[in-house]
């Protein structure tokens, strides 16, 4: 790309090096790898739905319920495609049990999060640009991700994921677009 | 450099074509290869770009999908 960086007007992620990565060692088999981002995914829901309790602003909370409600769309759609593999009817409790969720898709916990955003409760704009942020982090993570494995269904798993993310984030790019 | 790498096509694109050529196709089908260094990869980069600074990447080679198209800057 010529200009490097400077000439990119798209989106950019500002992870580390390696947030989020030090949650895989690469050897995860396909089970525990969407064992994983079954958590990643909760850890999301959670977060937004704090955002939304947090909210003062009516707009602000309704995206941040969307985001939410997107998430829960992902581990359904990971829990569905868990069981195709070899699950039993009724095990996704014990499946839920199982994961703790330790970070957030962007690789980061909720706490790190809400303290480097106190702009948080905020305005619209703020939320929007703070979703935005945390969208492009979680498809900057699951790219990482999917890279690190050899195996093409653990690939597919985060390679999936990270088009779900890209659809997020053309959404939000859509309503900032419509705001000053 | 093999041999054969001194016909191989490297082309150059400006930003915004890059953009749009990577909206356009799956995120599985290319490797994005960020060649800086990690303080520069960390103040902003592509998302999902590999990190492979300059001076690595004759010896990292491997670490790329050579299948693949590759979009470096």
Known sequence: MNGGIDAWDGLVSRATVGQGMYLIEGDETVEEVMALAYGLEEGSRRFYQELAERSDVPEARRLFETLRDAEIRHEDQLWERYRALHGKPGERRMFEENIVPRALEGGLSPDQLLTGHPEVVGGYADSLDLAMAMETDALDLYLRMAAAFDDAEIQSVFFELAEEERGHLKKLGDLRGSRP | ?73
Do not use: C
């Open chain 2, 1 to 73: 450099m093999r041999f054969m790498d001194m016909f191989s096509r490297t082309k150059t694109i400006e930003g915004g074509e890059a953009r749009q050529w990577i909206e356009g196709r799956p995120p599985d089908s290319f490797t994005l290869l960020d060649v800086r260094q990690p303080e520069e990869y960390e103040r902003g980069h592509l998302p999902g770009a590999v990190l492979i600074p300059l001076p690595e990447l004759e010896k990292r080679l491997g670490e790329i999908n050579p299948d693949k198209p590759v979009l470096a800057y």
